[in-house]
T-cell receptor, first 110, second 115 residues
Framework: QKEVEQNSGPLSVPEGAIASLNCTYS??????FFWYRQYSGKSPELIMS????GDKEDGRFTAQLNKASQYVSLLIRDSQPSDSATYLC??????????FGSGTKLNVKP | DAGVIQSPRHEVTEMGQEVTLRCKPI?????LFWYRQTMMRGLELLIY????????DSGMPEDRFSAKMPNASFSTLKIQPSEPRDSAVYFC?????????????FGPGTRLLVL
């Protein structure tokens, strides 16, 4: 059984701070990793993808991947109240199957 | 592109009734996924198709659930008979089998309430 672990939170950060979201996964065969954001009552939407070890930056978002440690993270700089949502980590295996964590709920306080 | 289309958006039914959820994937996508999301269990993969063929249905909870994909632009998820514990949001998603960055795109979901 391939598993994805995320801290359910809620993670509370003040506006303008850095939010750090973490994820560990069990399947060493996974090559691509995705972060989705899900607002309450909405469907998940893609934030970032990463497949090489190291950091990948896109605006205020930075994804970090360490395949040896089976660890993925998402940093959100200058957090805004509009970033308040649940963030889902999803590795993709070699059969194009996505495994979703239970998600971390982020609250950004004005 | 119109994105993934799901219907109905909301469904309220009584226990024992048949429920059919519908999905139209993004044109050209060759993978289609059905998920169920609840507060208790999070987002669960029920079944997924590649080129209209079911690849993995290990997430289908029991024989009351069935899914079909008769062509590349249409899929259904059927629950017969429905039970209150089937109440959830059901998402359909589609993707391309491509490079490492190919992701899946979700539809708006169907909110199902079984009374």
């Amino acid at each position: 059984q391939k598993e994805v672990e995320q801290n359910s939170g809620p993670l509370s950060v003040p506006e303008g701070a850095i939010a750090s979201l973490n994820c560990t996964y069990s399947d060493r065969g996974s090559q691509s990793f995705f972060w989705y954001r899900q607002y309450s009552g909405k469907s998940p939407e893609l934030i970032m993808s990463i497949y090489s070890n190291g950091d990948k930056e896109d605006g205020r978002f930075t994804a970090q991947l360490n395949k040896a440690s089976q660890y993925v993270s998402l940093l959100i700089r200058d957090s805004q109240p509009s970033d308040s949502a649940t963030y889902l980590c999803a590795p993709r295996d070699n059969f194009n199957k996505f495994y979703f964590g239970s998600g971390t709920k982020l609250n950004v306080k004005p | 592109d119109a994105g993934v289309i799901q219907s109905p958006r909301h469904e309220v039914t009584e226990m024992g009734q048949e429920v059919t959820l519908r999905c139209k994937p993004i044109s050209g996508h060759d993978y289609l996924f059905w998920y169920r999301q609840t507060m208790m269990r999070g987002l669960e993969l029920l079944i997924y198709f590649n080129n209209n063929v079911p690849i993995d249905d290990s997430g289908m909870p029991e024989d009351r659930f069935s899914a079909k994909m008769p062509n590349a632009s249409f899929s259904t998820l059927k629950i017969q008979p429905s039970e209150p514990r089937d109440s959830a949001v059901y998402f359909c998603a589609s993707s391309l089998r491509g490079g490492l960055q190919e992701t899946q795109y979700f539809g708006p979901g169907t909110r199902l309430l079984v009374l």
